[in-house]
């Protein structure tokens, strides 16, 4: 964890002190084969301690319930915003220079993983992050799998929930597959 916290540090820094939620002791950090990557810090002033399934709110209950029910478990992941730092409109849309900024971030995120072979994007805003540096993404990963599905809390409909199950299934069979192989 400590790599990832010191990043963390550092990217908190940047923006003047802004606290930032930690990597969390219970998930894999940088030795974790997946970084999910969800949206965004939160609004300044409600930042959680750690970015973990663990926290008291909505998204982290629902991968909890997914996570359980394909049994996967949490040292599998690092978790990720695809905007790091606190936003003042989290829900509006990031802008375009907010993208590059959470798409550099998540290129040094992914600089520290040792044995990273998927890259879960989450949501729309850690979507636009990555696709903001594809091009540098792929060139410096080019074997991670990438998935992109809708945020935690986005499946709303049946067809929705039935995709959003459907994904974590791939999810949990590929980290299966991953955890077979030398």
């Not at 998930?27 to 008291?56: K, Q, S, Y």
């Not at 690092?78 to 998540?106: F, H, I």
């Not at 994904?167 to 077979?180: C, G, K, M, N, T």
Request: proline letters at 8%; glycine letters at 8%; aromatic letters at 4%.
């Amino acid at each position: 964890m400590a790599p990832l916290n010191s990043l963390i540090e550092r990217l908190g820094a940047a923006k003047g002190g802004v606290g930032m939620p930690l990597a969390a002791p219970w998930h894999g950090g940088i030795n974790a084969p997946a970084l999910v990557v969800l949206n965004d810090a939160g609004e300044p002033g409600e930042e959680t301690t750690f970015m973990c399934i663990r926290n008291p709110d909505r998204a982290a209950d629902r991968q909890r319930h997914l996570m359980t029910e394909f049994d996967i478990d949490p040292v599998n992941f690092c978790y990720w915003n695809g905007y790091p730092w606190p936003r003042v409109d989290p829900k509006r849309d990031m802008t375009p220079e907010q993208s590059l900024e959470g798409g550099l971030a998540l290129l040094e995120v992914m600089g520290l993983m040792t044995d990273l072979r998927m890259l879960l994007l989450l949501g729309r805003k850690a979507q636009d992050a990555a696709a903001a540096v594809l091009p540098q993404l792929l060139a410096a990963h080019p074997k991670v799998h990438i998935i992109r599905s809708l945020h935690p809390l986005g499946a709303k409909r049946a067809v929705d929930r039935q995709e959003q199950k459907r994904i974590w299934a791939d999810i949990a069979a590929r980290l299966q597959e991953a955890s077979s192989q030398p």
